[in-house]
């Protein structure tokens, strides 16, 4: 049976933390800049997102981005959010005066992203973020594509916060138990920890791996080992590798 969460807003629409300086503010008070994105504050947007604190839990991650969203974006804002293995939560920041007690209808006006993981240093997740407006506001393509935007770059941060964990965790593990892995499963492990430090796909990290072996004679099972053991290669061809 899949388990299904509620995740309420963690901090009220009218007295948020500014993220720049941690003073509370009314965000009503402050100026929304008309521009391509309507109503859209900007530049507090911008700062909030700059800001978000990392975790390896979608839910907290998306929770935060609710917060965002609402007021400076729209009137109310709500992700339903799904994880591999059947977890599912609904996260909700709701207006401050919602009309109809919160409840939305077909007349309220409302801006779509999806969004999903590749499944990077944990399990995938997917879901759909949907921000409404309640007074009459019409959301353009520009509204559509920061909030796709918003949603691209969660995902991001929640799978660069696994892939570091994952890196730590076999950088840290007590006399390097991943070099008592099978050698095919210790060169799997080096080329993820190539992908997470150099930003590459996996045959460009496996490529690297290759051009190391090259380069210092050394087997690839040895320089993986080396990745393991260090975090780092023997040797760094790695414009080599990723200039291609």
Known sequence: MSAVGQVSGMASVGDTADPGTGRRTDLHQVNVYPSATGRINLP??????????????PARMFSQLAQVCVPAISDACTIDLVEEGGHRYRIRQPAENPPNGGQLDEEELVAKADFSSAGAGGPRFSGVLMCTW??????????????GLLVDHTTALVEHERLTARVDELQTTPENAALMLPSHQRVAAAVGILMVLHHLTAAQATDLLTRASQHTHLSIRGVADTVLRTGAMPDHPHSAASSG
């Open 44 to 57: 507090w947007v911008t700062s909030a997102v700059r800001h978000l604190v990392g975790s390896v839990e």
């Open 134 to 147: 309640f007074d009459g506001y019409r959301p353009v393509d520009a509204d559509s594509a920061l909030i």
